[in-house]
């Protein structure tokens, strides 16, 4: 199983910073930042939240400028196989658009336009859902095994 965050980034207009990716997985969709925790030196998901942030997004942050929203599991992620995600929100508003880099480019995007957005299929039916509608802890246990998906979900 590999371990990883998706940060869910805002900026002083409500709108969010989303990756159009140019690399597996996901190549040509958009999504939050993030990436996978170093395991191998028993990183923790606030210190990847705060790593990925400033490897990704040139955002200077610390463990407390960090809400964990939610933990999803997916079960046989297309490309990727078994995953969990933790989902960090950002306490912060940040209006810089960063620069594009290997992943791909940045956007930021208002909710309200998230339809005309191409995003991975478990993001558009669950995980925007939770981000935006919902202020408790949630998880969500996705089996993508086949289409449709399946999905557990459980709020605190």
């Known amino acids: 199983m590999k371990f ?11 709108e969010y910073l989303l990756l159009e990716r140019l690399q597996e ?5 958009f999504s939050p930042p993030g990436g996978k ?25 610390q463990p ?8 999803v599991t997916e079960k046989n992620y297309p490309k ?11 306490k912060k508003d940040f209006n810089e658009l960063p620069a594009a880099f290997k992943e791909g480019k940045f956007h930021f995007v208002h909710p309200s336009k998230f339809e005309d957005i191409e995003f991975p299929e478990t993001d558009k039916l ?3 859902k939770f981000v935006l509608n919902n202020d408790n802890f949630f998880s969500l246990s996705i ?6 998906y399946l ?6």
């Open 4 to 14: 990883a965050t998706l940060l869910y980034i805002k900026n002083s207009k409500g």
């Open 25 to 29: 997985p996901n190549l040509g969709l």
């Open 37 to 61: 925790l170093h395991i191998e030196d028993a990183e923790s998901p606030f210190a990847c939240a705060v790593r990925e942030a400033e490897e990704e997004c040139g955002i200077k942050s």
């Open 64 to 71: 407390s400028d960090w809400h964990l929203k939610g933990i």
């Open 80 to 90: 990727v196989g078994h995953i969990m995600l933790f989902l960090f929100e950002y």
């Open 126 to 128: 669950y995980f925007w």
């Open 143 to 148: 089996d993508c095994s086949n289409s449709p």
């Open 151 to 156: 999905c557990n979900v459980e709020v605190k």
